[in-house]
C-alpha cells in the first residue's frame, strides 16, 4: 500500500518549486487543517491548489487530497468530490484517496463510480473495513430504495433558520420544550468558527404554547451558552440536569471536545462546569446521552482502546471519562459512531459511518441482548438518506419526534427533520351469518382478551363487525343469535408493522331446523367415513364442545336409486359411523342420537341453492319424480344434494338438569 508519509517528503521537496504564495497558502492551510478549522483550511488549500501550475502534478495531487478532506469534514460534498477526482487525476499516492472519492460518489447517487472505487481501493488494501461496507453498502442502498420503512419524514417548520440547526432533544416531561444546537446569527460569539465557516453554536428553546402550537426559538440566556463551542445535550431522566459538548477557541491546542454539565433552578440554567477531569487533553470527548434509568452516561470518544475513528463509550453516571467502558464491536466500527441517543424504553440509537449505510452518517438502532453484546439495526429510509443523519429524539412513547440530517443542503448544512411511524392499525373484520344462509344482523359477538378487553360487539345489518386489536394480544371471540348454537374463534394478533386484517367468519347453526354437514365421503357402496371426512367432524366436535347443552341427531340421507331396504340399512349405519366418531372425539354418548332416512326425506331447496344453481327454486322437493324430469346432468346434482349428512338440534338444556 502507498504511504501517506512518501507523500508528504514528496510535497516539501517541490514546494521548492512552486510559487511564493502557493507556498504560504499551504502552510496556512496546514495550520488550520491541524486545528481543526476544517473551513479555514479549505479556503486556504484552495487558493494554493490555484497557484501551483498543472505541470507540478505531485504537488497538485496532494494538495487537491487535502482540499477534499476539508471538505468531506464540513460535509460540503460536491467541492470534496471534486477535490478527490483532482487527487485521482494527478495520481495521489496513497490509495486512501479512491475509498474517500467513493464515499463521495455514494453520497451523490453515483453508485457504479462508487463500487469501481471501492474495488480499487480493495486491490490495494484488502482489508479496508470501511471500503468493504462502502461496496457492501452500494449493493444494500437499492434494496433499501426499493423497500422504503413507514416512516413519514419532512424538514420542520419551526426550528431551522438559515444556518444550521442540529441536535434537537425534548427537555421536559410534558414534551413542550426542546432544546436544539444553532449557529444562527443570535449566538453569542462574535467571531466566525474556522471549523464550520459560520458563528460557534449555542443552545436554542423552542417551547409550545397553551394551544399545543411551538413558539418562536430563543436562544438560552447564560448557563450553558458562551463565545465558544456549546452543543449537542442531553437530560437527566429528571429533566434537572443537563450534559453536553462543550469546545473552546485556544488557536494554540487541537480543540478537544469536553463533556460539560449543567444544573436547572427553576427555569434557569446554570454556568456550565467539566463533567470530569481527565487526565490527558488530546482525545475528545463528546455527544453525552443518559440512559433512562439514570444509571449510565454514554458518550463519543477517540482515547486508546477503541476501534478506530470516534467510538461509543460509557461511565456510571459520576465516574470518571478515563477507563470508561467502550460498547464493543457490534456497535463500534474502524470509522466513527457518535450522536447516541435513547428512547424511554433502552433502546440505543447512534449514527455511524462505519457501518453498512445509504452514506455520510447513517442513524442505528440497538438493542442490548441482554449481556454485553447489542443487535444493531439501519434505520432505513426514508429516515436515512445518501448524507448526515444523525441526533433522533422521541416524544415520549411515541414513535415520533425529531433528527438532524444535512440531506437537501448544497453546502453541507445540518436541519432539523420531524419523523413520524404511522400508527399499526390491527383489525379483525368478521361476518356472522347462517350457516348455509345468510347475514344474521341481530347476533351479538363476545370478545374477551388476555390483556383484559371484554367487550361486546353488535354486527351491522350485513352481519359484518370490526374491532381494532393489539398487536401480540391472543383474542377469544363467541358468535351468538337467538336460535343459533354459538360458533367460537380464537385468534392471535401479530406483531408486525404493517396495518393488517384479520379476516374472521362465524356460520352459526340453527338450532331449529337441520344443518348439513359439509364434506362428509363414505367409501362407496359402504359405511366406512374416508379420511378427508376429519376436517367437518373435527369442527362439529368444536362446535359441539362450544355449545355444551345441546344435543343433537345425526341424520344421513340417500337418493332413490336402489332398493329402500338397502337404503335404509346403508343411511343408518352411515349415520352411526358419524356418532361413533364424535364420541371417540370425546362427546358424550348420551348427547348424540344416530337416525338413517334412506330416502324418504328428499331435499328441500334453500334460497342460497336456489342462487347457486338456476333451474332451482326455492323450497322445490327433490323427490325421485321432480328430478326425473330435469336432464341428465341435472339429476346428478339433485342426487348429490340428496346424499347428505345432516345433524338437528333435539335439546338445548343438556346437563342443566341432569341427563
Known amino acids: 500500500m502507498m504511504k501517506r508519509t512518501a507523500a508528504y517528503v514528496m510535497v516539501a521537496a517541490l514546494l521548492l518549486f512552486c510559487g511564493c504564495g502557493a507556498e504560504i497558502s499551504l ?106 461496507n462502502g461496496l457492501q453498502s452500494c449493493n444494500l442502498i437499492k434494496e433499501w430504495g426499493d423497500n422504503p420503512t413507514r416512516y413519514t419524514v419532512k424538514k420542520d417548520n419551526y426550528m431551522n433558520g438559515r444556518y444550521a440547526d442540529w441536535s434537537p432533544v425534548y427537555a421536559s416531561e410534558e414534551y413542550d420544550r426542546i432544546i436544539f444546537t444553532s449557529t444562527r446569527k443570535e449566538c453569542t460569539g462574535d467571531d466566525i468558527n474556522g471549523i464550520t465557516g459560520m458563528k460557534s453554536c449555542d443552545f436554542f ?191 415520549g412513547d411515541y414513535t415520533r419526534g425529531f433528527f438532524s440530517s444535512n440531506r437537501k443542503d448544497g453546502r453541507g448544512r445540518d436541519h432539523i427533520w420531524s419523523f413520524e411511524l404511522p400508527e399499526t392499525v390491527h383489525r379483525i373484520v368478521g361476518w356472522v351469518y347462517e350457516k348455509d344462509g345468510y347475514e344474521l344482523p341481530q347476533a351479538i359477538v363476545h370478545l374477551i382478551g388476555n390483556d383484559g378487553t371484554n367487550m361486546k360487539l353488535n354486527v351491522r345489518d350485513d352481519g359484518s363487525f370490526t374491532w381494532r386489536v393489539t398487536p401480540g394480544v391472543s383474542y377469544l371471540l363467541l358468535g351468538t343469535s337467538k336460535g343459533y348454537m354459538n360458533y367460537m374463534q380464537e385468534m392471535t394478533a401479530d406483531s408486525t408493522d404493517q396495518d393488517r386484517d384479520y379476516i374472521l367468519q362465524f356460520p352459526l347453526s340453527s338450532i331449529s331446523k337441520p ?86 326425506q328428499p331435499k328441500i331447496i334453500s334460497r342460497k341453492a336456489a342462487e347457486k344453481y338456476d333451474f332451482l327454486n326455492e323450497d322445490d322437493i327433490l323427490s325421485e319424480q321432480f328430478i326425473k324430469n330435469l336432464t341428465e346432468e341435472q339429476q346428478e346434482i339433485c342426487n348429490q344434494l340428496n346424499r347428505r349428512t345432516e345433524f338437528r338440534v333435539i335439546r338445548t338444556t343438556y346437563g342443566m338438569f341432569g341427563h
Not at 524 to 532: N, Q, V, Y
Open 515 to 600: 344443518v348439513l354437514i359439509d364434506n362428509i365421503f363414505f367409501d362407496f357402496d359402504k359405511s366406512t367415513l374416508r379420511p378427508e371426512s376429519a376436517q367437518s367432524l373435527d369442527e362439529l366436535v368444536i362446535l359441539l364442545n362450544n355449545n355444551p347443552g345441546v344435543t343433537i341427531e345425526i341424520g344421513a340421507h340417500c337418493d332413490y336409486k336402489g332398493d329402500d331396504d338397502y337404503n335404509q340399512r346403508l343411511s343408518q349405519n352411515r349415520a352411526e359411523s358419524v356418532v361413533e366418531y364424535l364420541i371417540n372425539h370425546g362427546i358424550a354418548k348420551d348427547r348424540l342420537t344416530a337416525r338413517g332416512y334412506g330416502e324418504i
Open 27 to 132: 502552510r496556512k492551510g496546514d495550520q488550520s487543517y491541524a486545528l481543526g478549522e476544517y473551513s479555514d483550511a479549505a479556503v486556504k488549500y484552495k487558493k494554493a491548489y490555484s497557484g501551483i501550475s498543472s505541470k507540478e502534478k505531485e504537488l497538485r495531487a496532494s494538495v487537491a487530497f487535502k482540499l477534499g478532506e476539508s471538505y468531506r469534514h464540513i460535509s460540503y460534498v460536491p467541492r470534496a468530490l471534486s477535490a478527490y477526482q483532482n487527487a485521482v487525476r494527478y495520481k495521489y499516492p496513497d490509495s486512501i484517496v479512491y475509498r474517500h472519492l467513493a464515499d463521495m460518489q455514494r453520497i451523490s447517487g453515483k453508485l457504479q463510480d462508487a463500487e469501481k472505487n471501492y474495488k480499487i481501493a480493495l486491490e490495494y488494501n484488502p482489508d479496508d473495513h470501511l471500503a468493504q
Open 205 to 395: 428553546m423552542i417551547r409550545k404554547d397553551e394551544k399545543g402550537k411551538w413558539q418562536k426559538p430563543e436562544r438560552i440566556e447564560g448557563g450553558p451558552n458562551t463565545a465558544f463551542e456549546d452543543g449537542s445535550c442531553a437530560f437527566s431522566p429528571d429533566f434537572k440536569t443537563m450534559y453536553y459538548t462543550y469546545c473552546s477557541s485556544d488557536p494554540q491546542l487541537p480543540r478537544p471536545a469536553t463533556i460539560y454539565e449543567s444544573v436547572r433552578s427553576d427555569a434557569a440554567w446554570s454556568t456550565g462546569k467539566p463533567y470530569s477531569s481527565t487526565s490527558d487533553s488530546l482525545y475528545n470527548y463528546a455527544h453525552p446521552a443518559a440512559s433512562p434509568d439514570g444509571e449510565w452516561l454514554y458518550f463519543v470518544s477517540d482515547m486508546d482502546g477503541g476501534f478506530g475513528g470516534m467510538d461509543l463509550w460509557r461511565v456510571p453516571i459520576g465516574g470518571r471519562l478515563i477507563g470508561a467502558e467502550n460498547l464493543g464491536p457490534e456497535i463500534n466500527t474502524p470509522g466513527n459512531e457518535m450522536f447516541p441517543t435513547f428512547r424511554r424504553n433502552g433502546e440505543l440509537y447512534f449514527s455511524s459511518d462505519g457501518h453498512p449505510g445509504m452514506g455520510g452518517l447513517d442513524i442505528f438502532r440497538a438493542t442490548s441482548n441482554g449481556d454485553s453484546t447489542w443487535t444493531v439495526i439501519n434505520m432505513g429510509t426514508p429516515v436515512n438518506s445518501s448524507y448526515d443523519d444523525f441526533g433522533m429524539t422521541f416524544e
